[in-house]
């Protein structure tokens, strides 16, 4: 089968591998294992970064190379007006050429995809929308557009469309998904964690207006300051890192807030089987996977109320819902410190991750083909 794949990632090509972000390809090396060739649209990378991006594993590989294009200023508008006729003929031979088609969506040329697969009814297809799927509000234009064309069954047509979380009044090739992390043969037993002595935080995740990074260093900040034994660990790099750096710096929190940078899957891993708590206020979501790697480890989630979060947590069962300002949450949590079965609420958690499994991935992989 050859099996085309439409996305906005960044790739780059070494040693005849081509590489792109870690936990995308990591999933579509899981589609790789039961098809027979990788078309890739997608636009090239400026830097490579071997930290965060790995090889595909599928030996056949096609990547048509096309430039990335914006709709965000005059000029982005006029650049994307000249490049958009390469970017669709190529999407157009892809398309031709593949057995299945399946689109990353939201984004640029995702949308362009969705646009074009109009012209290949006859051809199996899927969609995956890694966005928040169950709302309109603050989204661009591009989004909800997106949305509705993969929604619209008239001129979407044999295609299933993978969403985060169910969401009411769907039409029919609209199919509630997840995504996956770790084999079932990666579950070990969970380490005890003590809640009553100092407590460890970790931030994982682009240090960016999106994630407010400095949400959860004013949180933190604030159990501090009224005499909670606690540090955090970022991991990630970001354009919000030196006005990170400097809050830190200039508040003297440099013993409790610590920047770790990017860093591989096995020093995240290492620090969620240790920490006490992972703070995500993110601004948006799809399927948030570090909330489901944390609680894998039985590191229990405080996380913005975004797109299918809430379910992923029961409503705050299996962790701590956060929406305003972080000190005063931060108050707030202290007091649950102290009545909350902390240990209870991990446990959930750990249940509840450990039944969404790569190999539970994989097996729902294979009806979608």
Same mark, same amino acid.
């Given at each position: 089968?050859?099996?085309?794949?439409?996305?906005?990632?960044?790739?780059?090509?070494?040693?005849?591998?081509?590489?792109?972000?870690?936990?995308?390809?990591?999933?579509?090396?899981?589609?790789?294992?039961?098809?027979?060739?990788?078309?890739?649209?997608?636009?090239?990378?400026?830097?490579?970064?071997?930290?965060?991006?790995?090889?595909?594993?599928?030996?056949?590989?096609?990547?048509?190379?096309?430039?990335?294009?914006?709709?965000?200023?005059?000029?982005?508008?006029?650049?994307?007006?000249?490049?958009?006729?390469?970017?669709?003929?190529?999407?157009?031979?892809?398309?031709?050429?593949?057995?299945?088609?399946?689109?990353?969506?939201?984004?640029?040329?995702?949308?362009?995809?969705?646009?074009?697969?109009?012209?290949?009814?006859?051809?199996?297809?899927?969609?995956?929308?890694?966005?928040?799927?169950?709302?309109?509000?603050?989204?661009?234009?591009?989004?909800?557009?997106?949305?509705?064309?993969?929604?619209?069954?008239?001129?979407?047509?044999?295609?299933?469309?993978?969403?985060?979380?169910?969401?009411?009044?769907?039409?029919?090739?609209?199919?509630?998904?997840?995504?996956?992390?770790?084999?079932?043969?990666?579950?070990?037993?969970?380490?005890?964690?003590?809640?009553?002595?100092? /407590?460890?935080?970790?931030?994982? +995740?682009? #240090?960016?207006? =999106?994630?407010?990074?400095?949400? @959860?260093?004013? !949180?933190? %900040?604030?159990?501090?300051?009224?005499?909670?034994?606690?540090?955090?660990?970022?991991?990630?790099?970001?354009?919000?890192?030196?006005?990170?750096?400097?809050?830190?710096?200039?508040?003297?929190?440099?013993?409790?807030?610590?920047?770790?940078?990017?860093?591989?899957?096995?020093?995240?891993?290492?620090?969620?089987?240790?920490?006490?708590?992972?703070?995500?206020?993110?601004?948006?979501?799809?399927?948030?996977?570090?909330?489901?790697?944390?609680?894998?480890?039985?590191?229990?989630?405080?996380?913005?109320?975004?797109?299918?979060?809430?379910?992923? /947590?029961?409503?705050?069962?299996? +962790?701590? #819902?956060?929406? =305003?300002?972080?000190?005063?949450? @931060?108050?707030? !949590?202290? %007091?649950?410190?102290?009545?909350?079965?902390?240990?209870?609420?991990?446990?959930?958690?750990?249940?509840?991750?450990?039944?969404?499994?790569?190999?539970?991935?994989?097996?729902?992989?294979?009806?979608?083909?």
């Amino acid at each position: 089968m050859k099996f085309a794949i439409i996305t906005h990632a960044l790739h780059y090509q070494k040693k005849g591998q081509v590489f792109a972000y870690a936990p995308y390809v990591s999933e579509m090396n899981i589609w790789g294992r039961h098809v027979d060739e990788f078309i890739i649209v997608a636009p090239p990378a400026k830097q490579i970064d071997p930290v965060i991006n790995i090889p595909y594993q599928l030996d056949t590989i096609r990547w048509s190379r096309i430039p990335a294009f914006s709709l965000i200023s005059i000029i982005s508008v006029l650049r994307t007006i000249v490049v958009l006729p390469v970017v669709a003929i190529k999407i157009i031979r892809a398309f031709a050429a593949a057995d299945h088609i399946h689109l990353r969506c939201p984004g640029n040329i995702g949308l362009l995809g969705c646009l074009v697969q109009i012209f290949f009814p006859g051809k199996p297809k899927t969609a995956k929308y890694a966005g928040n799927w169950g709302t309109n509000k603050k989204q661009p234009w591009s989004y909800r557009f997106q949305k509705w064309l993969l929604g619209n069954t008239f001129l979407t047509r044999n295609m299933q469309v993978l969403v985060y979380g169910e969401w009411p009044n769907q039409s029919k090739n609209i199919r509630p998904f997840f995504t996956a992390t770790y084999w079932d043969r990666e579950k070990e037993p969970i380490i005890d964690r003590d809640y009553s002595g100092a /407590l460890r935080f970790v931030f994982i +995740g682009t #240090l960016s207006p =999106g994630k407010q990074p400095s949400w @959860a260093a004013r !949180f933190l %900040e604030t159990l501090v300051a009224n005499g909670k034994n606690a540090r955090i660990d970022f991991f990630g790099n970001g354009p919000e890192r030196e006005d990170l750096e400097n809050y830190i710096s200039e508040n003297g929190l440099n013993e409790s807030h610590i920047l770790n940078g990017n860093q591989p899957k096995e020093a995240v891993k290492k620090a969620l089987k240790h920490a006490h708590f992972l703070i995500l206020p993110s601004l948006s979501e799809g399927w948030p996977k570090v909330v489901a790697e944390a609680m894998f480890w039985g590191c229990i989630p405080i996380v913005s109320p975004v797109s299918c979060v809430p379910w992923m /947590l029961d409503d705050g069962k299996r +962790g701590f #819902l956060v929406s =305003g300002n972080p000190e005063e949450e @931060a108050k707030t !949590f202290y %007091e649950k410190l102290k009545s909350k079965d902390l240990s209870e609420i991990s446990q959930r958690g750990i249940e509840w991750s450990r039944y969404y499994t790569l190999d539970k991935f994989e097996e729902e992989i294979k009806k979608l083909l």
